[in-house]
């Protein structure tokens, strides 16, 4: 492989990897660290980003996985692809893609200010684009060493009509926008191990890529289609640090009054936030303002501590952060925005808009996903 610049060795190691990436052109080889085995750095006149192993265990090796692939500058991955997360850093396999609306408010930024925003605050009109996203299988060798970064379990749904309270969720499954993937490709028939890869993925070495959809996924992806639907994306940058929403429609919540009339008819969603510092600088989540308009003419304020439990610290080695939290709405529909509070190393604090997004109520009835077994 030695003077191949667009195929290389790809490696990691049994708990942590590093890697040393491009823009445009994308081809760099993926290592440990230091670890024995390591490709040497390619020159390149681009800036690098790297994700740290220098908490990987001493005495782990190496072990090849695969072959570094060509990003796609257009186009899109098909089923069955193989790739690494260029921020997360874990292995997967997509699924199948998803056509989102993007609504870049950096891009929109530089336009002409639009009229103001009917939710009230303050926002401007921010037209969406098309943009590519994928549902993808996450390897269970790498979610325990990615649970501090990245949740691993971000499609849920609300529970069947005998118990409407509970919320289920569906583990190794998540959402990657197309810059984000690493193609690459491996001889290993079973390349990711998660409990649905045999069941909706087939090797076949007369294809490319080689593994290929069963009756199952197809079926499952048609049953279940309203639960997984990404639709729309929100995405704005603030002092260099970017905040991505993806809103998820999930369906309503009855809750019968005497078992003769209708208490309350809440709708529910969930929504996806990736937190990401695209500055050196290292800055730590402490609090979040939240402001929930709904349609019934309520609005809330929401503050507390860091987001789900924790108060991220988003470093030039850890530049990223992703979780996922829910909302129930009494109307049909409504906006959220508001703002995360960072630290800076000196005290400092600095507040970080969170792009306002809408909460539109699909039309069709949901119902619980069905042929799960956990």
Known sequence: MAGCAARRALAVGSRWWSRSLTGARGLRPLCAAGGAGAFPPVATTTTRRHLSSRNRPEGKVLETVGVFEVPKQNGKYETGQLFLHSVFGYRGVV????????????????????AENPAGHGSKEVKGKTHTYYQVLIDARDCPHISQRSQTEAVTFLANHDDSRALYAIPGLDYVSHEDILPYTSTDQVPIQHELFERFLLYDQTKAPPFVARETLRAWQEKNHPWLELSDVH?????????????????MRVCPFLN???????????????????????????????????????LETVRGRGVVGREPVLSKE?????????????ASSGHMWGTFRFERPDGSHFDVRIPPFSLESNKDEKTPPSGLHW
């Open 260 to 298: 003769t009339h209708l208490f309350s008819i809440p709708s529910q969603w969930r929504y996806c936030i990736r937190l990401e510092n695209l500055d050196s600088d290292v800055v730590q989540l402490r609090e979040r303002h939240w402001r929930i308009f709904s349609l019934s003419g309520t």
């Open 318 to 330: 850890q530049p990223a952060f992703q979780y996922s939290s829910h909302v129930s709405l009494q």
């Open 235 to 251: 995405r704005e940058t603030t002092e260099n640090i970017r905040v991505t929403v993806i809103p998820f429609y999930m369906g």
């Open 95 to 114: 699924l199948f893609p998803w056509q989102a609306r993007l609504y870049d408010r950096d891009v929109a930024s530089a336009a002409p200010e639009k």
